[in-house]
């Protein structure tokens, strides 16, 4: 990615997604400990996805969750309430390493994003001296802001039909580096909510793929999980970064399957 200065921007994590290599989110919604975390750790994810759009979850707790998460090599993402902009800068302060912004529809709110994830000139983050990454010590203003710009992702969610029509714009913007689609919110939109193999859906990731190929941007696909439409995916310009799914949908599965086992006799 390019910043305004001209100077590319390195980031392991999206390195990562450019050399093409399977990239694995834990999404976190219901727990409140850093055992998911650990748990996340240990069966070979990448990064955990915190919900705090769809969840009752503390800013504490999700900060906790981390600060756990880099600690133990993960990158975490935060998915902020929507419009919720006043989250931003205290997720990031406490150790949230990526913001995921829902339902936004235009350049105008990317742009709101983008700049409460950076330092000015590139942005109006509110200063500060201490952060988890760092180890809580005092860093100077000259080191601590590009080195937090630089590690800072942004992801912009894209899942209304408007989205869509703006995402050539939204990948423009020097301070988004990655362009999602929201495919449960924009079936819904679309009118053929949960078909993600209709036409409709297809023809808005390609749009959006193809938007993000011109300004060398990253795209996710979230919410679908049926084998075939994956493997189609990539051929649309979309990144291998993969929500494996929830902790509550995970554990209704596992005690689902564990239940079946004890009473198949």
């Avoid at 769809?54 to 900060?63: E, R």
């Avoid at 829902?102 to 509110?126: H, K, M, N, W, Y």
């Avoid at 952060?131 to 203003?141: D, F, K, L, N, S």
């Avoid at 894209?158 to 988004?176: C, F, K, M, S």
Wanted: glycine fraction near 10%.
């Amino acid at each position: 990615m390019v910043e305004a200065s001209g100077q590319t921007r390195s980031n392991p994590f999206l390195e990562r997604l450019r050399a093409g290599r399977p990239t694995l989110l834990l999404g976190i919604r219901s727990s409140r400990t850093a055992d998911v975390v650990r748990i996340a750790a240990s069966t070979g994810y990448h990064g955990i996805m915190i919900d705090l759009e769809h969840s009752t979850m503390s800013l504490d707790v999700a900060g906790a969750l981390c600060a756990t998460a880099a600690d133990l090599g993960l990158t975490p993402f935060v998915r902020i309430p929507e419009r919720e902009y006043g989250t931003i800068g205290r997720v990031l302060d406490c150790g949230a390493h990526g913001i995921i912004a829902p339902r936004v529809e235009t350049v105008a709110d990317a742009e709101l994003i983008s700049r409460a994830c950076r330092f000015p000139p590139a942005g109006q983050r509110s200063q500060l001296a201490m952060v988890p990454q760092h180890g809580m010590r005092p860093t100077p203003a000259r080191e601590l802001n590009p080195a937090l710009d630089q590690a800072t992702i942004v992801q912009i969610l894209v899942e209304t039909p408007e989205g869509v029509r703006n995402a050539e714009a939204i990948a423009a913007l020097d301070g988004v580096d990655m362009l999602a689609i929201g495919a449960n919110d924009l079936t819904a939109e679309l009118g053929v909510p949960g078909q993600y193999g209709h036409p409709a859906l297809r023809d808005a990731i390609t749009a959006v793929g193809e938007a993000c190929k011109r300004h060398d941007k990253l795209l996710m696909v979230g919410g679908i999980a049926e084998g075939a439409l994956l493997d189609s995916l990539p051929a649309l310009g979309v990144s291998p970064l993969h929500l494996t799914g929830f902790d509550t949908d995970l554990l209704f599965s596992a005690a689902k399957s564990r239940a079946a086992t004890f009473t198949k006799h």
